[in-house]
């Protein structure tokens, strides 16, 4: 067969985006970007694990979801805890997605030497990727199949004053993504990243702030991408239901970058 020859299937286009029975597991999913992700995925046909230490914003996501999604209050950062959630997640079934959203910022001049917060930052934003990406990568290879999908950030390829924690973090989510996706290739297992830019969430537009700031604080957002525009968590769950679908069935060991443009602008 010429490549040419290759048999599109044009009669359902979108049909390869579907998550019909699939199992994700997603952590940070009681707020923001893990939240619209977990959304997402279940409106597409996903059973959803959801997963977060903010019990409360959980319950939240898991009411609005419904009966396709049960929730999973840990404190993640551990292999323990990776470890607990997937056996959760295995008494739904098999895991088919893995989404590693959870994480927080952290702004600290390296010359403070804030080793807590230091500290803080590298156990969830690196430590707990690493550990829900070996849970997953682990049960995933042996069943051939499987999709991981990490969240880092523009941070990653930038260089932010006070943000060297978690821009630290977020590079090394992105070298994970690379090597798991060397040693699970073979295995059927796709490992990804999405790296937002400025997402208005919690962590970015915190709900105590006035009306007035969180304009303040989207608009200057905006100025500092080509596109006009703000980014929200479902323009980052559209990119992972790319990756986590069977349309990303060729894409691993990619960084697919989610905002406005904006590391093209120094
Ligand atoms: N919002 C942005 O602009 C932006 C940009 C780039 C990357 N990101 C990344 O996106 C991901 C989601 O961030 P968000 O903007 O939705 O923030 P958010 O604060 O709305 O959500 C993060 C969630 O992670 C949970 N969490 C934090 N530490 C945890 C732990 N130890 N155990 C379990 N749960 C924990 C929080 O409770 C929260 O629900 C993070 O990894 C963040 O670094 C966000």
Not at 63 to 69: H, Q
């Given at each position: 067969?010429?490549?040419?020859?290759?048999?599109?299937?044009?009669?359902?286009?979108?049909?390869?985006?579907?998550?019909?029975?699939?199992?994700?597991?997603?952590?940070?999913?009681?707020?923001?970007?893990?939240?619209?992700?977990?959304?997402?995925?279940?409106?597409?046909?996903?059973?959803?694990?959801?997963s977060?230490?903010?019990?409360?914003?959980?319950?939240?996501?898991?009411?609005?979801?419904?009966?396709?999604?049960?929730?999973?209050v840990a404190?993640l950062?551990?292999?323990?805890a990776?470890?607990?959630?997937?056996?959760?997640?295995?008494?739904?079934?098999?895991?088919?997605?893995?989404?590693?959203?959870?994480?927080?910022?952290?702004?600290?001049?390296?010359?403070?030497?804030?080793?807590?917060?230091?500290?803080?930052?590298?156990?969830?934003?690196?430590?707990?990727?690493?550990?829900?990406?070996?849970?997953?990568?682990?049960?995933?290879?042996?069943?051939?199949?499987?999709?991981?999908?990490?969240?880092?950030?523009?941070?990653?390829?930038?260089?932010?004053?006070?943000?060297?924690?978690?821009?630290?973090?977020?590079?090394?989510?992105?070298?994970?993504?690379?090597?798991?996706?060397?040693?699970?290739?073979?295995?059927?297992?796709?490992?990804?990243?999405?790296?937002?830019?400025?997402?208005?969430?919690?962590?970015?537009?915190?709900?105590?702030?006035?009306?007035?700031?969180?304009?303040?604080?989207?608009?200057?957002?905006?100025?500092?991408?080509?596109?006009?525009?703000?980014?929200?968590?479902?323009?980052?769950?559209?990119?992972?239901?790319?990756?986590?679908?069977?349309?990303?069935?060729?894409?691993?060991?990619?960084?697919?970058?989610?905002?406005?443009?904006?590391?093209?602008?120094?």
């Open positions: 067969m010429t490549p040419v020859d290759y048999p599109l299937d044009a009669s359902r286009p979108l049909g390869a985006l579907r998550l019909d029975g699939r199992i994700a597991v997603i952590t940070g999913a009681a707020s923001g970007i893990g939240r619209g992700i977990a959304q997402m995925f279940a409106a597409v046909g996903a059973r959803v694990v959801l977060d230490r903010n019990a409360q914003g959980l319950a939240e996501t898991a009411r609005a979801i419904g009966a396709a999604a049960v929730a999973h404190e950062g551990t292999k323990d990776a470890e607990r959630l997937a056996a959760f997640a295995e008494t739904i079934g098999p895991i088919d997605i893995w989404v590693n959203g959870a994480g927080i910022g952290s702004a600290n001049a390296v010359s403070e030497g804030n080793e807590e917060a230091y500290r803080r930052t590298i156990a969830i934003n690196q430590d707990a990727v690493f550990w829900g990406c070996s849970a997953a990568a682990r049960r995933m290879e042996p069943r051939g199949s499987g999709s991981i999908i990490n969240i880092s950030s523009i941070a990653a390829d930038k260089g932010d004053r006070k943000l060297a924690a978690y821009s630290m973090s977020k590079a090394a989510v992105n070298a994970l993504t690379r090597v798991l996706a060397n040693e699970g290739g073979p295995a059927g297992v796709r490992v990804n990243a999405v790296a937002p830019g400025f997402i208005v969430t919690e962590m970015t537009v915190p709900s105590d702030l006035s009306a007035a700031a969180r304009e303040a604080r989207i608009a200057q957002s905006v100025k500092r991408a080509p596109l006009p525009i703000a980014g929200y968590p479902e323009d980052v769950a559209h990119a992972a239901l790319y990756l986590a679908s069977d349309a990303g069935r060729y894409v691993t060991g990619q960084v697919i970058r989610v905002n406005g443009g904006a590391t093209m602008i120094p």
